[in-house]
């Protein structure tokens, strides 16, 4: 009878059937993101939706839930809307952010990289024994894999952190959706 209330293990092996990790192109992610710079630190939940395009669509939430503002990024141009009504625009999304936080953030090489994967030429890479990324230099940018969203080889990752220079942007997957 006590068998019932037992925990079961968690089957580590069993990886979520999606497609390879080279041809995805299209993604959504729930997370939630943190930035420091020097003594500053910024927190925020976003849904992040990429899509062939590129486009990149994404909604920044406040940590008590309340959505504070749209990025959209396109190959037009980079867009921020915020709760308040007001728009900042810019040729990019690099451009953008360092408008903004004053620092430029790695957006375009992120969606490759938040899937595991390189983006275009990375000055070093090193494998987990899976053979999975556990870290990245590329695009100036260091980017660790500290937590895969299971043992599997297949699995996409849950933390990842992003560094260059005294700017550290750490992003935690709470889960992948809509994988194509």
Request: aromatic share 6%; with cysteine; hydrophobic share 45%.
């Amino acid at each position: 009878m006590l068998s019932g209330c037992a925990v079961l293990p968690r089957d580590t092996e069993q990886a979520t059937a999606r497609p390879a990790r080279g041809s995805i192109r299209e993604f959504a992610v729930d997370a939630r993101i943190s930035v420091t710079r020097a003594a500053e630190r910024a927190q925020a939940g976003i849904v992040w939706r990429h899509s062939a395009g590129p486009t990149d669509e994404i909604d920044v939430f406040s940590p008590v839930g309340s959505q504070i503002a749209r990025l959209t990024v396109s190959a037009g141009g980079a867009q921020l809307d915020t709760a308040q009504q007001e728009r900042v625009v810019a040729a990019n999304a690099e451009e953008l952010s360092a408008r903004i936080f004053g620092a430029s953030l790695p957006m375009s090489g992120m969606a490759d990289w938040v899937l595991g994967r390189a983006a275009g030429q990375a000055v070093s890479i090193e494998h987990d024994s899976l053979g999975r990324f556990s870290y990245l230099a590329e695009a100036g940018w260091v980017v660790r894999y500290l937590e895969y969203e299971s043992e599997a080889a297949t699995a996409l990752p849950q933390t990842v952190e992003f560094e260059r220079g005294d700017l550290r942007v750490r992003l935690r997957i709470d889960a992948w959706r809509d994988i194509k």
